[in-house]
């Protein structure tokens, strides 16, 4: 899923059309019914108890089968409930909805999942099997844009029972119930939507969650308790969420008391200067890692970095604690893996095998391939125009590399707008580009196989059709693919590690990707302010925050 301004995607569309896709779409502002001024908001929620969260994401839709951005996932997280959540604070995966884990066939493609018979929609309607078999049937047949995430996996679908469903899989996949807990997959009233493609409610939600849709705008929308929630109160009496047009507008309506939180999306320059001011000001700082993976896509179609040593010289110049050092004062971390530090299949592969700038390493592979002070390796860089981290992130690249190797490698940095881009990724005009990627639901899978990932090709042509084409790198491996369809396949933890454990091997041995870093992710908050918290899942649980 796309964070800012690339992504790769996975499914009916292209990665590098959905790519694209979210790219326009996080900066879409779309008004969607009745506003009112945020300061107006403010003076309200501060009179009755209500607390103010201030952010620059937009909000598209609120559609569950069409909700494909960051924002609006957190807000469906806290409108709606799902089969499956996380315990707050972890990765475990509990019942929600559900009243326990599924119950899984031997051949691992049937779930049986029995539900709560206490839960009401908001509009008083009950929730019962029905109800979660149209709500999955909708989110695959409307045609929106994570449909792809339950149509390719999902055979069929139905109520085995009054509080009881039956999910039949085209194919065994590990990490389907955790794709059951995706933001997405939130049950809405068979009476008030429809299924139909294009059939969207983007202005309006009714679920079973803890809050209730009542607002929502180009500049605000607002949360309102669900009085008739079956779960856990909210510990606050409702959320006004002020969307600022720019990081500026935000910055300043936190120094000035305007919003009791801001979160997503703060400049580096800014996000220092609350930090340094927090103890003065009483601020609370919430710093937590990320599930974005920032990464350099290496062509292995074109000339010369069809050349593995190519490849692995580019991988042992990467300096990641200099980027973090000058590109984010310090609020990124280095990446040796194309799977995130929060995961715990992560190992540091890069780091091992190739270090951080590592001149010597890099000038005995540029040796190996030919290349010497009179014949300069060609390293042509690619990024985002419209990202001003991207473009301070290669132009960082390029003084390093050539004060570490000077002579022997030429470098060019080239930007260009994300719709161009990402329009041509798949048709390898682009030699390397930078990218990143984060997860539509908490699985290794979904860094693993849009990454690996092949449906055609060969050893001889790189990939002519599938994942890794369509993501821009054409990487080809018989062996990888085998072990990419194995993870989806294995049921059982340890045995799964091993096979993922093998494929970040395979990431030094071919050098499709050079993992570059992981940014954190900063919210602060005002002293009244209790509760707030980003959890390893990257969700915001409203329904904890109260004000003092």
Not at 84 to 91: I, Q, V
Not at 388 to 413: F, K, Y
Request: with cysteine.
């Amino acid at each position: 899923m796309m964070n800012g301004l690339g992504s790769l995607r996975r499914g009916g569309r292209s990665l590098a059309q959905l790519i694209g896709l979210f790219c326009l779409c996080l900066f879409l502002t779309v008004s969607c019914g009745g506003g009112s001024s945020t300061d107006s908001a403010a003076t309200d929620s501060s009179a009755n108890g209500r607390l103010t969260l201030g952010t620059t994401l937009t909000v598209r839709t609120v559609d569950p089968a069409d909700t494909y951005e960051i924002f609006p996932g957190i807000l469906l997280y806290n409108l709606g409930d799902r089969l499956y959540a996380y315990e707050p604070g972890t990765t475990d995966l509990v019942p929600q909805l559900a009243t326990e884990m599924p119950q899984i066939s031997d051949d691992g493609l049937t779930y049986t999942i029995p539900l709560r018979d206490d839960v009401t929609f908001h509009d008083g309607s009950p929730f019962n099997a029905e109800a979660m078999v149209f709500s999955i049937q909708r989110f695959m047949e409307n045609g929106g844009r994570p449909a792809y995430l339950l149509s390719d996996k999902i055979a069929s679908v139905e109520a085995s029972g009054d509080y009881e469903i039956t999910i039949q899989l085209s194919a065994p996949f590990a990490g389907f119930p955790s794709l059951l807990a995706f933001s997405g997959v939130t049950p809405v009233p068979p009476s008030a939507y429809e299924i139909g493609p294009g059939s969207f409610q983007p202005t309006s939600f009714i679920g079973t969650g803890p809050y209730k849709l009542s607002q929502i705008g180009a500049d605000l929308v607002r949360l309102d308790v669900n009085e008739d929630y079956w779960g856990e109160a909210p510990a606050n009496n409702g959320l006004d969420i002020q969307i600022f047009s720019s990081p500026a507008n935000l910055f300043n309506a936190f120094r000035t008391n305007t919003v009791d939180i801001a979160y997503q999306t703060l400049d580096p320059d800014q996000i220092s200067s609350l930090v340094r001011e927090a103890e003065t000001n009483n601020w609370q700082v919430e710093e937590a890692g990320s599930t974005v993976i920032n990464y350099l896509v290496l062509n292995q179609k074109m000339e010369p970095y069809d050349n593995l040593d190519v490849r692995k010289a580019i991988a042992s110049l990467i300096d990641r604690p200099l980027l973090n050092e000058r590109v984010f004062q310090g609020q990124a971390e280095p990446l040796y893996s194309i799977l995130p530090t929060s995961f715990s299949e992560y190992e540091p592969v890069f780091q091992e095998a190739y270090g951080d700038g590592d001149a010597e390493k890099a000038k005995a592979f540029l040796e190996s391939a030919g290349f010497s002070e009179a014949n300069p390796l060609p390293l042509e860089i690619w990024y985002i125009s419209t990202s001003t981290t991207d473009g301070l992130a290669a132009s960082t690249l390029e003084a390093s590399i050539e004060q570490q190797v000077p002579g022997l490698v030429d470098v060019t940095l080239q930007g260009v707008e994300s719709a161009t881009a990402f329009e041509n990724l798949g048709d390898g005009i682009y030699p390397t580009f930078i990218l990143n990627w984060y997860p539509d639901f908490y699985d290794v899978d979904t860094f693993i196989h849009p990454f690996l990932h092949c449906d055609e090709g060969s050893p001889e042509t790189g990939c002519t059709s599938g994942q890794t084409q369509a993501g821009g790198s054409f990487y080809y491996s018989d062996r990888v693919i085998d072990l990419v369809n194995q993870q989806r396949l294995e049921s059982d933890v340890d045995a799964r590690r091993a096979i993922i454990a093998e494929l970040q091997q395979s990431l030094i041995e071919d050098v499709p990707y050079v993992p570059l870093w992981q940014k954190k992710d900063y919210a602060f908050s005002q002293p009244s302010v209790d509760g707030f918290s980003i959890q390893p899942t990257q969700q915001v649980l409203f329904w904890q925050l109260s004000k003092s």
